[in-house]
T-cell receptor, first 116, second 111 residues
Framework: DTAVSQTPKYLVTQMGNDKSIKCEQN?????MYWYKQDSKKFLKIMFS???????INETVPNRFSPKSPDKAHLNLHINSLELGDSAVYFC???????????????FGEGSRLTVL | KQEVTQIPAALSVPEGENLVLNCSFT??????LQWFRQDPGKGLTSLLL?????REQTSGRLNASLDKSSGRSTLYIAASQPGDSATYLC??????????FGKGTRLHILP
């Protein structure tokens, strides 16, 4: 039973296209994140949502638009894809102050985006 | 601005040896520090989470320590096995709610 699931796992598309990546968590967490892992494997936060509200936006181009229809889902839509968008995108979730434990992160398997 | 550093970037050790992975951070005002493992082509798996009020956490052959005053955390792996080969990342959760990752240490256990 996957805790954080992302679809699709692989995505190959042409420059200029628009694409979406979906994420769902069944852990009952109230916070969800999108991270980008570049070719050098460096993980960098893009967005964070808490109970459907945007709380972190790390100077990501406005071609990237996260959408959270409910606290179990956080989707990432990317407009006008560029070569530099090629990366692995990870969704993650956490629960704040659950039983005294602050914010253990759980990750999805990642979505590898290749822009041609 | 928090910076998290992991040195070395890569490490190879013979099977059976004990080893220590290092993580340092510049801002000691953290909520917690978490260690992850990432296998090639996979997501991150949480190994250990240390709250800011704790000094260490243990799970099986893994022990993670936290020294906020010196801005350091270590991950100790006892009796290493080839299956431990992976990239190990540490991440700090900071007072601004951001979680900052190090660049990871790529560990290779030689059979």
């Amino acid at each position: 039973d996957t805790a954080v699931s992302q679809t699709p796992k692989y995505l190959v598309t042409q420059m200029g296209n628009d694409k979406s990546i979906k994420c769902e968590q069944n852990l009952g967490h109230d916070t969800m994140y999108w991270y980008k892992q570049d070719s050098k494997k460096f993980l960098k936060i893009m967005f964070s949502y808490n109970n459907k509200e945007l709380i972190i936006n790390e100077t990501v181009p406005n071609r990237f638009s996260p959408k959270s229809p409910d606290k179990a889902h956080l989707n990432l839509h990317i407009n006008s894809l560029e070569l530099g968008d090629s990366a692995v995108y990870f969704c993650a979730s956490s629960q704040e102050e659950l039983a005294g434990v602050i914010g253990e992160l759980f990750f999805g398997e990642g979505s590898r985006l290749t822009v041609l | 601005k928090q910076e998290v550093t992991q040195i070395p970037a890569a490490l190879s050790v013979p099977e059976g040896e004990n080893l220590v992975l290092n993580c340092s951070f510049t801002d000691s005002a953290i909520y917690n520090l978490q260690w992850f493992r990432q296998d090639p082509g996979k997501g991150l798996t949480s190994l250990l989470l240390i709250q800011s009020s704790q000094r260490e956490q243990t799970s099986g052959r893994l022990n993670a320590s936290l020294d906020k005053s010196s801005g350091r955390s270590t991950l100790y792996i006892a009796a290493s096995q080839p299956g431990d080969s992976a990239t190990y990342l540490c991440a700090s959760k900071n007072r601004d709610d951001k979680i900052i990752f190090g660049k990871g240490t790529r560990l290779h256990i030689l059979p």
